[in-house]
């Protein structure tokens, strides 16, 4: 009579899977299972039939099987007994699943830590598959830890999610959750008109996208500046300069997910000196009426702003290009004031001011 061997990949707290080599002139066998001397089934199995998974076993439990070939003549002898331990009872199922799109091949997710857990086993499977029940088609992936980064997907699709803890036996797998990946990373974008406050970004035309998110970031990618466009291009203003910036480009899909960003590094421009401090202002007076302001060309300036005051009233405040002004009025024994600022890429200059009373 052939021995009894046991599946022991099979074997889990509540089940095991027992077999036994073929007995030719056999029509049938029969198993008796013990937990002590106390028979808890005894059953017959076909010839065609070389195995036998006995199920509703009890978790940490130790059972003994025999087996014996029948004929129509009768039975054999019982065959020697195997002795097997069901496994502990399995950890709880993990609770609090949740996930995140992580990269266009990959989810990050996590879940609670189960007490007795020694790993867990995480399985996805895309959503536009699940109608074919493959178990090829379904991913699985182990961690120690209570969370995963589950690579190997494919982009732009959406998966359900489940996992189980994992003792000396495996608890059942939570309830599902669906997380959908990124689409593919979109090219980089280029940076042209580098200033030191500004830039601008343009991309090449992405047929999956249905609009560009393009921001600004800093060098811990913290976002400084973002606009949403359906263009291929984006200008940014009030940059700092001499400072290192990166241009984050990902678009959004017509189903409404998120591509995979790429980034691009670029310096902004130093800025000039701020202007020199104006010099050499001088006052003539023209007429009782009106008098005229010029000043020496300030280092770096583009335009001036001047306020002119006659005695407490300001007569004039204007930015101009040009280095003098014309003042009309009645100034006599008047006091009078004239302010200047030069400004430039660089900023403005210190102020200027120059005082005279009419006579």
Known sequence: MPDVELEEDLLTSTSAEVSWATVNTATEYRITVKQGSN???????????????????????????????????????????????????????????????????????????????????????????SFLDNEDDVRTMESTTNSIIFTGL??????????????????????????????????????????????????????NAQAYIVSIVDSNL????SKVTQGTSAGFIGLRPSTRYRIKL??????????????????????????????????????????????????????????????NKNLVSKTFTKRRVHVKGIFVKKKITVIIIARGIGGESQTSIKTLRAK
């Not at 000039?272 to 060309?297: A, D, E, Y």
């Open 39 to 129: 028979q808890v089934l005894a059953l017959k199995v076909p010839t065609g039939l070389l195995s036998y998974s006995i199920q509703n076993l009890i978790a940490a439990t130790t059972y003994t099987v025999t087996l014996k070939a029948c004929t129509a003549s009768g039975c054999s002898v019982e065959s020697n007994p195997l002795s097997f331990t069901t496994y502990p009872a399995p950890p709880a199922i993990p609770s609090g699943l949740s996930g995140s799109a992580f990269s266009s091949d990959s989810l990050r997710l996590t879940w609670k830590s189960v007490v007795g857990a020694k790993k867990y086993e995480v399985r996805a499977i895309d959503e536009k598959l």
């Open 154 to 207: 494919v982009p732009d699709s959406q998966y359900r999610v489940e996992v189980a803890s994992v003792g000396q036996s495996k608890s059942e797998y939570s309830s599902s959750i669906l997380v959908a990946t990124m689409a593919e990373a979109p090219d980089a974008a280029l940076v042209e008109e580098i200033q030191a406050n500004s830039a601008v970004a343009t991309w090449e035309d992405d047929l």
């Open 222 to 225: 913290k976002t400084i500046s």
């Open 250 to 311: 990902q678009y959004r899909t017509f189903t409404g997910r998120h591509s995979e960003p790429t980034f691009t590094a670029f310096t902004t421009k130093t800025l000039p000196p701020r202007p020199s401090m104006v010099k050499g202002i001088k006052i003539k007076r023209l007429s009782k009426k009106s008098f005229r302001v010029s000043w020496n060309k300030s280092r770096g300036a583009t335009s001036y702003t001047i306020r002119v005051l006659v005695g």
